[in-house]
T-cell receptor, first 112, second 112 residues
Framework: NAGVTQTPKFQVLKTGQSMTLQCAQD?????MSWYRQDPGMGLRLIHY???????DQGEVPNGYNVSRSTTEDFPLRLLSAAPSQTSVYFC???????????FGSGTQLSVL | ELKVEQNPLFLSMQEGKNYTIYCNYS?????LYWYRQDPGKSLESLFV?????AVKQEGRLMASLDTKARLSTLHITAAVHDLSATYFC????????????FGKGTLLTVNP
């Protein structure tokens, strides 16, 4: 099993550009989520989903959109990138949202 | 708003010594997680603590949960260099809320 796969691993954007971070899991997990990690801040939840067609906001949702059309995929969209969105982004999944999270390898995003 | 506080944030210890990392949280919860992150890497699950008094051990790490005190501890016994990493606790307040809140992490450095 591949587990949780995130692409790309690195990305540099200019302010105002848009992009999509991809996340896919092959474990048939209902729960998927996106976190951002900033130095000294721990991980902060951006958006999460408990199944296809169901998404909800986390702690820091502004500037990000998500959708969940399939169980396997949970892409994160940056509509108009800002320097404040420079961060490391992790996708994570689990069964039902109550078990341990399986994390992807992360995407390091820089917005200039 | 749930707050999760870890102490200490930085811990430098010698090999062979014992130490404890503390995780306090502000809202009633009976589910707490510990994760490990190596530098530049993703997070991996260490322990899931599901009820008051839960204790789990793996190798030189032992985690416990006191829901009445809203406190979890991660005890390190006879530290070795391979335990050097950042350790995060995360709290789930349960119910229909699937929002996992992470502490800021404890950077552990084990010196020879």
């Amino acid at each position: 099993n591949a587990g949780v796969t995130q692409t790309p691993k690195f990305q540099v954007l200019k302010t105002g550009q848009s992009m999509t971070l991809q996340c896919a899991q092959d474990m048939n997990h209902e729960y998927m989520s996106w976190y951002r990690q900033d130095p000294g801040m721990g991980l902060r939840l951006i958006h999460y989903s408990v199944g296809a067609g169901i998404t909800d906001q986390g702690e820091v949702p502004n500037g990000y959109n998500v959708s969940r059309s399939t169980t396997e995929d949970f892409p994160l969209r940056l509509l108009s990138a800002a320097p404040s969105q420079t961060s490391v982004y992790f996708c994570a999944s689990s069964y039902v949202g109550r078990e341990k999270l399986f994390f992807g390898s992360g995407t390091q995003l820089s917005v200039l | 708003e749930l707050k999760v506080e870890q102490n200490p944030l930085f811990l430098s210890m010698q090999e062979g010594k014992n130490y404890t990392i503390y995780c306090n949280y502000s809202t009633t919860s009976d589910r707490l997680y510990w994760y490990r992150q190596d530098p530049g890497k993703s997070l991996e699950s260490l322990f899931v603590l599901l009820s008051n008094g839960a204790v789990k051990q793996e190798g030189r790490l032992m985690a416990s949960l006191d829901t009445k005190a809203r406190l979890s501890t991660l005890h390190i016994t006879a530290a070795v260099h391979d335990l050097s990493a950042t350790y995060f606790c995360a709290v789930d307040i349960g119910g229909s809320n699937y929002k996992l809140t992470f502490g800021k992490g404890t950077l552990l450095t084990v010196n020879p």
